[in-house]
């Protein structure tokens, strides 16, 4: 009943191929990466919607450490911040400050009376002492391929560059696809004692601005020569809600062995304007400046990026019998039995929430899910109650309540006559409803006090409204409500918890909105209410349960994949668990 199209811009530059993007390995050009319809790979994803990770933590480096049998020097040489109102007036440093302007685009594809230019530019500069201190970002501003002078750039489209890169002599002429696009806005190189990242800021149709983010490890250093190696590579790109998403970077780094190696030794450096002189592996030269910490945009991208750093750096899984033991161990209040969205369930979908629940002193039993499982619904779609709208939860969500009484099995083993609340989310709201009803023993049905539903679309729509012939459901609803309508177990506290957060619309001024009003009519049959984003708040309310309605929380912090072993985290989403102190009472 909603749908979302998802552009995928699988960027085939493959940058790290020759090493890196700021390794010596970039190339030079200014083509746009819409040259190739390789470039773009147009995903449709819908969902019918039936119904969090730490920052990377800063440490300060040791006096010393070790990577392999290589003994890598603390760094004792400070180079101060800069901003770009303290640049001193110097007259050779004049080519390099409008290089530095606000809106200067990095610069590539150089003729050969630029590149000669730019080369005596960074003579001009200060020679860089020993073992300078380079860690945190820094802005590039040009790059001098070794073949520029003689008016020799590279490019994807010249036959030299690519025998270069074949003969191994030259990077790889799908990096100018890159640093030469009108769309790329900015490139930056973070830097600290143990990682070599480079950051690639871009600006797309549709979905604004985005980054590639380019993750290396730094395995030595020889004086300013930092020797690193890439281990992976992800887009982030804007999406719902105030979200990021991240999407790999195509390229098997594990694979490349020593051709995901190269090193970027600082040559100059002038302390007072930031500018830093650099060259590759590959011979590239490279000019920077150091970016300028005052600046509030660059703080909140730095984070966005360590974010989706630490949601990409781990595979996700369930905790096992074991750990949920451990982790629930002396742990005093109302034992919490968590019933999951639509595709949810999955490995990471509410370890944050299950984190902060058991902060709080509460048991968690998550009914666990996998993709495999989800998939076995479509088996409902070959029976004749699918056709006739007569679908029963018991049934058609059998691999469902399996997973809801391996849960409670789990929790009644630590304690067999314990109270527990339900805390259920999206569509497991309806479900967990049809489990109590009809699932659950009696005895372990009566030992339920507490029914809390974010988000769940309890209602179906009006009879009046003209979707409200189309059951989504299939009857699954229908069913539920009237067999148990509203908070219908007297000695059950129910409470429904909604948000106002997004106003459906239908206009094409907003994702947010538009998403909101499809969603919204077909539950609703009404699409320019309120609503979380996928469940209007009318929908949400059961009658005779306490209503919870705030007014920022979004429907969920993943998009559900119905496919895949995870779902994609939705960074920087404000949603129903990022809300807990007000609604956690009712557990």
Same mark, same amino acid.
Request: with cysteine.
């Given at each position: ?27 030079? &050009? ?39 049998? %290589? ?20 007259? *050779? ?6 290089? !530095? ?13 630029? !590149? ?10 200060? #020679? ?51 640093? &030469? ?56 790109? =804007? ?20 051709? !995901? ?17 650099? %060259?590759? =592996? ?6 920077? *400046? ?14 966005? %990026? ?16 074991? $750990? ?27 370890? $944050?929430?299950?984190?902060? #629940?058991?902060?709080?002193? +509460? ?9 495999? *499982? ?22 058609? #969500?059998?691999?469902?309540?399996? !997973? ?7 929790? *009644?083993?630590?304690?067999? $006559? ?6 259920? +989310? ?48 299939? &009857? ?78 979004? +429907? ?13 985290? #939705? ?17």
């Amino acid at each position: 009943r909603s749908a979302c199209c998802v552009i995928v811009f699988y960027f085939e530059m493959q940058i790290p191929m020759r090493a890196s993007v700021m390794s010596g390995t970039m190339s030079n &050009g200014r083509r746009m990466l819409s040259v190739l319809p390789s470039l773009l790979v147009l995903f449709a994803f819908s969902s019918s919607f039936l119904g969090g990770s730490a920052f990377l933590a800063k440490t300060s480096p040791p006096s010393s450490y070790h990577t392999g049998t %290589v003994k890598i020097p603390p760094r004792r040489i400070a180079s101060p911040l800069m901003a770009s109102s303290e640049i001193v007036d110097a007259p *050779q440093n004049e080519l390099l400050r409008s290089l !530095a302007s606000e809106d200067a685009q990095t610069q590539t594809k150089l003729t050969p009376e630029q !590149a000669l230019q730019y080369a005596a530019a960074i003579e001009s500069l200060p #020679l860089a002492p020993d073992l300078l201190e380079v860690d945190g970002g820094w802005r590039l501003l040009a790059t001098i391929s070794p073949e520029a002078i003689s008016g020799d750039n590279v490019d994807f489209f010249d036959s030299n560059s690519w025998s270069n890169y074949i003969s191994g002599t030259g990077p790889s002429p799908f990096q100018s696809l890159v640093t &030469g696009s009108s769309r790329v806005s900015g490139l930056t190189q973070w830097l600290s004692p143990l990682s070599f990242d480079n950051v690639v800021e871009f600006a797309l149709p549709l979905l604004g601005k985005g980054k590639l983010v380019l993750k290396a490890d730094q395995e030595a250093t020889e004086k300013n020569k930092r020797i690193f190696r890439f281990r992976r590579g992800f887009f982030i790109l =804007n999406f719902v809600w105030g979200s990021s998403i991240t999407l790999p970077y195509p390229v098997p780094f594990a694979l490349l062995g020593d051709r !995901a190696v190269g090193w970027l030794d600082t040559t100059h450096y002038e302390p007072t304007t930031g500018f830093r002189a650099a %060259v590759g =592996n590959k011979g590239t030269k490279f000019i920077f *400046q150091r970016r300028r910490t005052s600046d509030g945009g660059d703080a909140a991208a730095d984070k966005m %990026v360590e974010l989706a750093s630490a949601a990409t750096s781990s595979e996700a899984r369930h905790e096992t019998d074991d $750990e949920e033991r451990t982790n629930n161990a002396g742990l005093t209040k109302r034992a919490v039995l968590i019933f999951p969205q639509q595709f949810g369930g999955k490995p990471g979908d509410y370890d $944050e929430l299950a984190a902060d #629940l058991r902060a709080r002193g +509460h048991p968690v039993y998550l009914a666990r899910l996998g993709a495999l *499982q989800w998939l076995s619904i479509t088996k409902s779609a070959f029976s004749g109650a699918y056709w006739a709208g007569e679908l029963e939860p018991s049934q058609a #969500l059998k691999f469902y309540m399996d !997973a809801a009484d391996a849960a409670a099995v789990r929790m *009644q083993a630590e304690d067999p $006559e314990r109270e527990f609340s339900i805390l259920s +989310h999206s569509i497991g709201g309806w479900i967990a409803r049809a489990w109590l009803g009809e699932v659950a023993p009696e005895k372990l049905r009566a030992r339920c006090a507490r029914f809390v539903s974010l988000g769940t679309p309890h209602a179906a729509p009006p009879e009046s409204s003209i979707v409200a012939s189309v059951d989504q459901t299939r &009857g699954l609803l229908k069913y539920v409500n009237d067999r148990w309508p509203g908070a219908f177990y007297s000695d059950i506290e129910y409470t429904c918890v909604a948000s106002r957060a997004v106003t459906g619309k239908l206009a094409f001024d907003g994702i947010d909105s538009l998403l909101g009003f499809v969603s919204y009519f077909a539950l609703a049959g009404e699409g320019t209410t309120e609503g979380d984003g996928i469940t209007p708040v009318s929908g949400a309310l059961l009658e005779n349960a306490e209503a919870v309605v705030l007014d920022d929380a979004f +429907h969920a912090d993943v998009l559900p994949n119905p496919v895949g072993g995870r779902n994609t985290r #939705l960074l920087g989403c404000r949603w129903y668990g990022d809300y807990i102190d007000e609604w956690a009472h009712a557990l």
